[in-house]
C-alpha cells in the first residue's frame, strides 16, 4: 500500500524527531517503525492488556514500549537495535540474537567483568557498557521477559512430545 498525506509543520517536525530516535532514514521508514510500535500495542491489547501511564521512576510497572520511549528522550543506542517481536521489548546487539537481558545474564553467572564479556560475545568493549547503561535503566523490563521466558520454558518441557 502506498500513502501520501500533507502533514502539518507541527507534526512533521515530530516525526522528525521520532525518526531520529527510531534510528530511521527516512520518513517512511519512521513511520513503518511507528506502525510496528502501534502494532505491539495493538496485540497487547487484544491479548487482553490494557494501556496504563505511569510515571517513569515506577520500577514495578515495566516499560511496554522502551523503543517509544527511547525515540521520544532521545535515548541513542549505537550498538542496540529494537526488532519486532510478539512480546518482547528489550533490544538486541546489532547483527545478534542476543539480548541485552541474556547478555548481562551470562555476563552475571559468569562473573565476567565487560571486557570479559565482550570478548565472550566478541563485541566491542563500548557495546557491554551500553547494555549494562540500558540495564540499569529498565531492571524492570528486563525481569519481567526473563520470568516470561522461564515460564514458556516450563511450558514447553511440560507439553507432551508429539512423537
Known amino acids: 500500500m502506498r ?11 515530530f516525526l522528525k524527531r521520532i525518526g531520529e530516535g527510531l534510528a530511521a532514514g527516512s520518513d517512511a521508514e519512521t513511520t513503518r517503525r511507528i506502525l510496528d510500535v502501534f502494532e505491539n500495542l495493538a496485540g497487547s491489547v487484544e491479548q487482553g ?14 516499560d511496554a514500549l522502551p523503543e517509544l520511549t ?13 526488532r519486532p517481536h510478539a512480546w ?8 545478534r540474537r542476543l539480548t541485552v ?16 564479556a565482550a570478548r ?3 563485541l566491542p568493549e563500548q557495546a557491554a557498557y551500553e547494555a549494562m547503561a540500558y540495564g540499569e535503566r529498565h531492571r524492570a523490563l528486563i525481569e519481567m521477559e526473563n520470568a516470561e521466558d522461564a515460564r514458556a520454558g516450563l511450558e514447553m518441557a511440560a507439553a507432551p512430545s508429539s512423537r
Request: aromatic content about 10%; proline content about 8%.
Open 88 to 95: 518482547r521489548r528489550q533490544p538486541a546487539f546489532k547483527g
Open 49 to 62: 492488556y490494557k494501556v496504563a501511564i505511569v510515571p517513569a521512576d515506577d520500577e514495578r510497572h515495566p
Open 120 to 122: 565472550e560475545f566478541d
Open 70 to 82: 527511547r525515540a521520544v528522550r532521545g535515548e541513542r543506542y549505537e550498538f542496540l537495535v529494537c
Open 3 to 13: 500513502l501520501q498525506i500533507e502533514l502539518p509543520t507541527r507534526q512533521q517536525e
Open 101 to 116: 537481558g541474556q547478555f548481562l545474564h551470562q555476563m552475571t553467572v559468569n562473573g565476567w567483568t565487560p571486557e570479559q
